[in-house]
């Protein structure tokens, strides 16, 4: 239940991004992004220790700059968007970390984040904004994503480490 001293914030989405990197033939990165998701975090309003974190990711935003291959991602090799549409992230901050419940594909596992606050500003309009940076590393297939292919070499086309990075700015609601 929450009091009176809690605060809600938005994802400010204009000016959030959240990333994915993950090693293609294991001798270079591949980088993709979710162009939409949405999120709320209810905390105090001097702190977000403690915050209850909802984030909602749209699979179908996916894009790593090629069609064919996002179309390879949102496919049932991958992240199954048809069956699947969203992907999303409950949890609470916790000191600099970011600590919940991942659902990607029907299949939750907790996570923890690395969690950087950047702090609170206001912008010109009035409007009260909080930023945070937060980084880690999921195995996909933890997440029934397992497809993979085999080099000549006996090497492994994608790496089973998926970093995650997020630039969040929030917006006081």
Do not use: C
């Amino acid at each position: 239940m929450e009091t009176s001293t809690t605060t809600k914030w938005a994802v400010d989405a204009a000016h959030s991004e959240l990333q994915f990197k993950v090693k293609h033939l294991l001798i270079s990165t591949v980088t993709g992004s979710f162009k939409s998701f949405s999120g709320e975090i209810h905390g105090s309003d001097d702190s977000f220790e403690g915050a209850r974190v909802e984030i909602t990711v749209d699979i179908n935003s996916i894009d790593t700059n090629q069609a064919d291959r996002d179309n390879h991602l949102k496919s049932d090799d991958f992240f199954a968007a048809a069956t699947y549409p969203t992907m999303h992230f409950s949890g609470h901050v916790t000191g600099d970390k970011l600590a919940g419940d991942l659902t990607v594909r029907g299949t939750t596992n907790k996570v923890i984040f690395d969690l950087d606050f950047n702090g609170i500003a206001n912008d010109p309009w009035g409007n009260t904004k909080a930023g945070f940076e937060l980084n880690g590393k999921i195995n996909r297939k933890d997440f029934g994503l397992t497809w993979n292919a085999i080099t000549e070499a006996g090497g492994m086309l994608v790496s089973e480490d998926i970093k995650i990075v997020g630039n969040i700015q929030l917006a006081k609601a």
